[in-house]
């Protein structure tokens, strides 16, 4: 592939000769129509008639029991892996190869985060893996699973849906309820994807997906629990809101909790864009078959993974190798065509270093070789 011939070609795509960015959210909904509502009604903070009509409106789209909006994606996955029950000390299985807050989750709760690699395929959590690292590694014992290796207790499983396409989330789950072990999908980048037709962020105890200005739809920041388990949604509200129990007027805290909830005012934001959220994928999907177009007869276009369908958030290629890479990111970018290269491998940052991980092949052959291309909606 020629770098120099693509970005004249994502130029013609985007019809402009100026900076184009990899993803940037579009308002052309009723955005402004419902922050003015916001504002008049005074209700700009913690609590208002947006927070309650986008937690409705997620619980129906995602098709889970109940949902919870939150501050961040970022605490969401705190939040998840808290009323899983993970604690100080426990290990968290999750994988290299994703954003560094998917780790960072698992570390504000005190616990370690450990490293299993990803299918080459779905860039996700690989259920191969996984189930070797159990069987070699894990025990069942009265309070729990254990790594018998480092005598930690193995708290939950966190996979990532890696730029929304699906992990093997249904097989994921299988494996680790025969071994007790909760899952907490980090569905950030997932919203709308399905797997075996089922929504991502409905499979795993828990999920978390941001509303973060770069992700499909923005609340400018913000993110939201989904769960089937009623309970867990109810403990979720509950610690977002500084574990405060409920009273008229006393002030009674029965826990450490978190200032965690979303503001109505990202909540109005987050509900207008939903609604275009139908808008945004059919011209999302629209760029993705002028992509193909023009890599036809080539592999270096990631498609979705058989049996998912995809959301289209983040687009990328697959080079040949890291001097592809790199040769195919410094044009790109001095053509003022954005591209990036996916993540550096968690375990490769200073805080992950000593982590627990697998061989990690797959992820590091993905690590040098993926890269990311302007994915935005042209509305
Ligand atoms: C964006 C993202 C998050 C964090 O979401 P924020 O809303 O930015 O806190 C977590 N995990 C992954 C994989 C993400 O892409």
Redesign the pocket.
Known sequence: MNPKDFSQFVQDAFQTDEFIPLHVPIFKGNEKKYLEETIDSTFVSSVGAFVDKFEEQITNFTKVKKSVAVA????G?HLSLKVVGVELEDEVLTQAL??V??ANAITYCGAKPVFIDVDMDTMGLSPKHLKAFLDYFAEIRSDGTYNKQTNKRIGACVP?HTFGFMSRIDEIVTICDQWNIPVIE?A??ALGSLYKNKNAGSFGQMSAF???GN?IITSG???IVCTNDESLADKAKFLSTTAKDPHKWEYFHSELGFNYRMPNLNAALALAQLEMYPTILESKKQLFSAYKKYFEGTTSLVEPPKETTWNHWLMCVQLSNIEERNEFLSTTNAAGVMTRPIWKLLYKLPMYLHCQRDDQKNANLLEDRIVNIPSSARI
């Open positions: 961040s994606g970022t605490a996955l994703s954003f807050a998917t990532m980090d950030a980048e941001s509303f973060n992700k920041g913000g993110g």
